[in-house]
């Protein structure tokens, strides 16, 4: 069961497929360096600036409950001045120092400050979720994007092999036409399919860059200079149904481990806690507070103490605290509301997810069947061609067939491993 795993199954069971180099030194080497799916990753985590704006707000935030926790402690101030008098009738003055420490020390507001804590660091909380699922998401754009430009090198081999085929046709058609064995139709036409092939490697290299481009800019590395990425071996059974979990099971899980969720179960208990500390808004605030001062005509003397304790309350709002204590149970129901909503999404997604990634195993099968066949043609029609038998139209169509059929093998398989990702994802595996 994949659930069973650690996280970031997904990963480590590519480990195993896709062979690399290792990249120590980052891309600044200067031979070109052939990064693994894993490395790719661990660079976009390294150097992501999602990642780093949200580092950083975790750290505001937990600046913040810093702040609020410091209003519970003692404050201890300090205080000096010098003081000059001069007298109009005599022409004398005198100047005096007056000194002071003061303490104050918060009591008890009855829960208030407790109150106001908590919110601070349900904050934390949940800064802490949105960086998790931030993580995630690199993690799965990254892998998705690996997988598409593998994809996009295949349809790349494929499209040269399509070119090499029509080459091979194009030079048998001239050969033949020489010996007087076909018409002139056969070379024409074996010239148009072969112009068509070129087209469609062109289109196929763009495509590459494109998809280079792509994951570059997932991994936060968009100047990175060009680096390879590890191959894959084309197994159909690798993709196996006995790898998926039931889907109670994967639902389950993902309703107990989905950052995003648990992020609304935070703001939920955070607005539960509004309603407390709005409730609390009138609450009396005692304090203890004392001082000890010192100062005459010199910098020393005449010492005084004082303490005392404070006790303050507000008599009268004009119906502020029934206000906000009203806007603080408004803003609980729709924080309900919301939860309920993302919980039937998060169930939607992982139904979604799993239905994909049960699909893939199947689809891969017919993909891998299709191109055996159309292998299987394209020998036949290539056969008969060459012992003046068949048409080049037959022989066109049979490549046609072929090079759409590896095509769609790869894209299956590449698909089916990028639906088993979005599951990883879905149920919050991926990127804990």
Excluded at 95 to 114: E, K, M, Y
Excluded at 152 to 162: I, M, N, P, Q, R
Excluded at 169 to 185: D, T
Excluded at 366 to 372: D, I, V
């Amino acid at each position: 069961m994949m659930l069973t795993r650690k996280p970031l199954l997904l990963l480590m069971f590519f480990s195993l497929l896709f062979s690399g180099q290792a990249f120590s030194s980052g891309l600044a080497e200067a031979d070109t360096a052939i990064m693994s799916l894993e490395e790719c990753i661990e660079t976009a985590l390294s150097r992501h600036p999602d990642l780093a704006a949200g580092r950083a707000d975790l750290v505001a935030s937990e600046a913040r409950a810093g702040q609020t926790r410091a209003g519970s402690y003692p404050s201890i101030g300090f205080s000096t001045g010098f003081t000059e008098r001069s007298s109009t009738g005599t022409g004398s003055s005198e100047g005096s120092w007056s000194s002071a420490i003061t303490l104050s020390q918060l009591v008890t507001d009855w829960g208030r400050t407790h109150a106001s804590l908590k919110r601070s660091l349900l904050d934390v909380e949940g800064r802490t979720l949105e960086l998790e699922s931030i993580r995630s998401d690199i993690v799965f754009e990254v892998t998705r994007l690996y997988f598409q430009l593998l994809k996009a090198g295949k349809d790349l081999d494929v499209a040269e092999e399509t070119l090499a085929l029509n080459d091979e046709r194009l030079e048998q058609a001239e050969a033949f036409f020489r010996v007087g064995r076909v018409s002139r139709y056969d070379v024409t036409a074996a010239q148009v399919s072969r112009s068509n092939a070129n087209l469609a490697l062109i289109q196929a290299r763009t495509s590459r860059k494109e998809a280079m481009t792509s994951l570059k800019a997932a991994m936060g590395f968009t100047d990175a200079p060009e680096f390879s990425i590890a191959g894959f071996e084309d197994d159909p059974g690798d993709l196996s149904q006995e790898d998926l979990p039931a889907l109670e099971r994967a639902i389950e899980f993902a309703l107990g481990n989905r950052p995003d969720l648990l992020s609304y179960k935070v703001s939920l208990e955070s607005a539960e806690n509004s309603v407390t500390l709005a409730r609390l808004d009138n609450a009396p605030q005692l304090y203890l507070s004392g001082s000890y001062g010192w100062g005459s005509s010199g910098f020393w003397g005449q010492d005084t103490w004082r303490t005392g304790l404070t006790l303050s309350f507000p008599l009268y709002d004009g119906g502020l605290q029934r206000e906000k204590t009203r806007e603080a149970k408004a803003n609980l129901d729709g924080a309900q509301a919301r939860l309920e909503a993302y919980r039937q999404r998060v169930v939607s997604d992982v139904t979604s997810a799993w239905l994909a990634a049960s699909d893939s195993t199947e689809t891969v099968a017919a993909a891998a069947e299709g191109l055996r066949m159309a292998l299987e043609n394209l020998e036949i029609a290539t056969g008969r061609y060459q012992v003046g038998v068949g048409s080049p139209l037959e022989v066109s169509d049979a490549t046609r067939n072929y090079t759409e059929a590896k095509a769609a093998w790869h894209s299956a398989l590449y698909d089916g491993m990028t639906a088993r990702a979005a599951l990883e994802k879905a149920m919050g595996v991926t990127g804990r």
